[in-house]
């Protein structure tokens, strides 16, 4: 590539970098007013990338789709789609990083907006997706009830209505082992196997195996009314776990997984799910305790999470993930938008998009089920919330080559758009 080419690819990086808009209310020096929108009026200009920048970069976000095929951003980690490994190389997640901002770059020039526009023709008006091309990290309640502009009265409705389906034992015993299981997995892939990372995995199959032991074989094969509380012997008297035992376990396992940058995300996890360990640490795990008493533990576990787990909390999200879709995952989007309507009625319109660097058919499955997660709980919240009219939903996916049409998955409507010149 010619060296003026590379020049303009730089500058015009900067300039991007420089006046990335996130959700469209943060103002960057320099940045051009959307003050249309509802963003704060500026008097300067942004300068924004040139045809010359574009024609100079487009070669550039062709070579890196190419080198990416197939791999995408799941979960905050960067996975080969074909066989869901999470990719540890440096070089190419710094490549899916330029990636995404090259693409995020050209969704905002006028050429892709006016496609947009075509093929989207039953889009509701509202500011351009260049205003908010910031990805967007869905991981609690408040993030976003800030979004959907959700009053402080009606979040508290949000979460009176999420607290006593999320918070039952069944949930939340099944997503503690969804983050064991999926951490798991990320340990599996590293490749160096260091003392933290050893330690790791034997902690991981002890707590998922101490997890398995308390289930006891009854709850299993008969229903729970059914079982007996054990006989009384009183020359040795039985120890009751209690889930301070599970707690110990984590700490112990965020230990060793703060010792390796590359599994930070796993740590992540690990502290959220330590946000409800602490609350009910004093609540039996013990399942052969008959009837009454487990129903009345389980009963402690609802209560105590309902009670103590904020709007905020990463913990409380993370158990409402697992009862709507079954899954733990993070839920990301490229780019958003998000706007009321006028009329009397109320509602409003929001849009969610992904850029992916090929069109493989697993690809765009996957492209298309992380959209539909993030506006199902989108939804969700808008309902739990009682809010006036309804939320359209948009999903948009963009990738190089793509022929232009619009399907229906799942009952939202989709699109899938070009990356062009």
């Known amino acids: 590539m010619p060296l003026r080419s590379v020049t303009t690819i730089v500058r015009g990086w900067k300039v991007l970098k420089a006046a990335a808009?996130?959700?469209?209310?943060?103002?960057?020096p320099g940045l051009r007013s959307y003050s249309q929108y509802g963003c704060p009026k500026e008097k300067e200009e942004q300068v924004l990338p040139t045809d010359e920048w574009y024609r100079a970069a487009y070669p550039r976000l062709i070579k890196l789709a190419c080198a990416l095929k197939n791999v995408d951003q799941v979960d905050g980690r960067i996975t080969n789609i074909d066989d869901g490994l999470v990719i540890t190389d440096d070089r190419l997640i710094s490549d899916m990083q330029m990636f995404k901002w090259l693409a995020r770059a050209f969704v905002g020039s006028p050429s892709m907006q006016d496609a947009m526009k075509k093929t989207a023709a039953s889009a509701s008006p509202g500011p351009p997706l260049a205003c908010q091309r910031e990805p967007m990290t869905l991981d609690s309640l408040t993030t976003v009830c800030n979004f959907l502009?959700?009053?402080?009265?009606?979040?508290?409705?949000?979460r009176l209505t999420v607290c006593p389906q999320v918070?039952?034992?069944?949930?939340?015993?099944?997503?503690l082992e969804e983050v064991l299981k999926n951490v798991g997995s990320e340990l599996h892939t590293m490749t160096v196997r260091s003392p933290a990372i050893r330690m790791a995995e034997q902690i991981v199959s002890s707590c998922v195996q101490f997890l398995a032991d308390t289930t006891g074989p009854s709850e299993q094969e008969t229903p729970l009314w059914m079982q007996l509380a054990p006989g009384k012997k009183a020359h040795k008297p039985v120890q009751m776990l209690k889930w301070a035992e599970v707690l110990e376990m984590f700490k112990d396992l965020s230990r060793c997984l703060g010792k390796e940058e590359k599994l930070a995300g796993a740590l992540g996890k690990i502290e959220v799910m330590k946000e409800g360990l602490y609350e009910i640490k004093d609540v039996l795990v013990e399942r052969e305790i008959g009837y009454k008493e487990a129903r009345r533990q389980d009963c402690l576990v609802q209560k105590k999470l309902s009670k103590n787990l904020g709007h905020s909390s990463k913990c409380l999200f993370t158990l409402l993930l697992h009862y709507l879709f079954g899954t733990v995952r993070e839920l990301e989007v490229d780019v958003y938008r998000f706007s009321a309507t006028d009329h009397r009625d109320g509602g409003g319109h929001?849009?969610?998009g992904k850029m992916l660097t090929s069109d493989d058919e697993r690809m765009v499955r996957c492209g298309l089920k992380q959209l539909?997660?993030?506006?199902?709980v989108f939804?969700?919240?808008?309902e739990a919330a009682g809010m006036k009219g309804a939320l359209e939903l948009q999903g948009h996916i963009w990738f190089v080559g793509a022929k232009e049409r619009s399907l229906m998955y799942r009952?939202?409507?989709?699109?899938?758009?070009?990356?062009?010149?």
Not at 372 to 376: E, K, N, T, V
Not at 379 to 382: A, P
Request: net charge positive; charged share 20%; aromatic share 8%.
């Open 167 to 175: 918070t039952q034992h069944h949930i939340w015993r099944a997503t």
């Open 411 to 421: 009952g939202n409507r989709m699109f899938v758009h070009d990356l062009r010149l």
């Open 21 to 28: 808009c996130h959700g469209g209310c943060r103002r960057c």
């Open 350 to 352: 929001l849009i969610a």
């Open 149 to 158: 502009n959700v009053s402080a009265q009606q979040r508290k409705s949000v």
């Open 379 to 382: 939804r969700f919240v808008w």
């Open 372 to 376: 539909d997660r993030a506006l199902g």
